[in-house]
């Protein structure tokens, strides 16, 4: 009786401290998600400000995105984002491995200073360096210029779109790998090395299969900065190169076509949560074999 009575007060108190967080999620996630999906759903009326209200509910809104100017948006959005997650990664993993591995205790804290300074480093300013750079009348236009590069081309642009994604992602990747390979124990690598495997061979088999779950929280975590980015591609698009959010911002801003502009924050969210699914999935089935 006792012991029921003692797992029932654990239990109470759980829910108790539980309590504030739910509410918050409640009120400021699910409720102003379940307004997006509703909103989804209403009908849009030419030069009216919103939806209107209790009108007949209607599939238009998801039907239009079928149109291949929409899945083009969709296709961009998520190839660039792809892109630049594979990118910060691979670049991301070895610098986490050296900093964890072979770099000195100043040199870490040196590495660790510099990007967490970083991630507070605002959003215009690392948009606009890179413009200054890579842009039409940035400090390396001679250079391009003489390797007749042009900085007004698709893939130019796109190139430097991804340059700005990856201003985010590298500093993200490696802080969460970092966290990866100090949880594998080094003596595995060295006990493969004494069997006689290389030190590249050790690093392939052994480290990275062990981190093999950090190395997808790092990609998870890159598409989501990529995905959802909206200042990048819309200052270093040029307006030839937009994102989904750059057009669910146009359709909620621009457009006042707020049914619209759901429909497509609800697909973007179901996509988003199937990329996650699909991938944790995969990384389970790596994990048994």
Same mark, same amino acid.
């Given at each position: 009786?006792r012991?029921d009575?003692?797992r029932r ?12 967080a739910t509410?918050?999620?409640? #009120? =400021?996630? +699910?409720?102003?998600m379940m307004?997006v999906v ?10 009216r400000?919103g939806a ?14 079928? !149109?291949?100017?929409?899945i083009?948006y969709f +296709? &961009?959005?998520?190839?660039?984002? =792809?892109?630049?997650?594979i ?7 070895p610098i986490?491995h050296h900093?964890v591995?072979?770099?000195?205790a ?8 510099a990007?967490?300074?970083?991630m507070?480093l605002?959003a ?17 236009a001679?250079?391009l ?8 081309g698709?893939?130019?642009v796109?190139v ?13 990747c490696?802080?969460i790998?970092i966290?990866?390979v100090?949880?594998v124990n080094? $003596?595995?690598?060295?006990a493969? &090395? ?9 690093h392939?088999t ?14 998870l975590?890159?598409?989501t900065?990529? #995905? ?9 698009g040029r307006g ?7 057009l669910i911002?146009s359709?909620?801003?621009e #457009?006042? !076509? ?8 609800v697909?973007?969210? #179901?996509?988003? =949560?199937?990329l996650?699914?699909g991938?944790?999935r ?5 994990? $048994?074999?």
């Amino acid at each position: 009786m006792r012991s029921d009575a003692h797992r029932r007060s654990v239990m109470a108190s759980q829910i108790l401290l539980l309590l504030p967080a739910t509410a918050v999620f409640l #009120v =400021f996630l +699910a409720l102003p998600m379940m307004a997006v999906v509703g909103e989804s759903f209403l009908t849009f009326v030419p030069g009216r400000i919103g939806a209107l209200k209790g009108g007949p509910l209607t599939f238009q809104n998801y039907a239009d995105l079928l !149109d291949p100017a929409y899945i083009r948006y969709f +296709a &961009q959005t998520y190839f660039l984002a =792809f892109c630049a997650s594979i990118i910060a990664v691979l670049i991301g993993f070895p610098i986490a491995h050296h900093i964890v591995r072979g770099a000195s205790a100043m040199t870490r804290k040196i590495w660790l200073f510099a990007l967490i300074g970083l991630m507070f480093l605002s959003a215009l300013v690392r948009v606009y360096a890179i413009q200054l750079t890579f842009g039409t009348v940035g400090i390396l236009a001679p250079i391009l210029s003489f390797l007749a590069i042009d900085t007004n081309g698709y893939i130019y642009v796109n190139v430097v779109i991804i340059a700005g994604i990856l201003h985010y992602e590298i500093p993200m990747c490696i802080l969460i790998l970092i966290g990866a390979v100090l949880n594998v124990n080094p $003596r595995l690598t060295e006990a493969a &090395q004494s069997l006689g495997a290389s030190a590249y061979k050790a690093h392939l088999t052994i480290t990275v299969p062990l981190c093999a779950k950090g190395l997808a929280s790092a990609f998870l975590v890159s598409m989501t900065v990529g #995905v959802a980015a909206f200042a990048i591609p819309l200052i270093l698009g040029r307006g030839r190169i937009l994102f989904v959010s750059n057009l669910i911002y146009s359709r909620f801003s621009e #457009v006042a !076509d707020s049914p619209s502009g759901a429909a497509i924050a609800v697909v973007m969210t #179901v996509l988003s =949560f199937a990329l996650i699914f699909g991938l944790s999935r995969l990384t389970t089935l790596l994990d $048994r074999t």
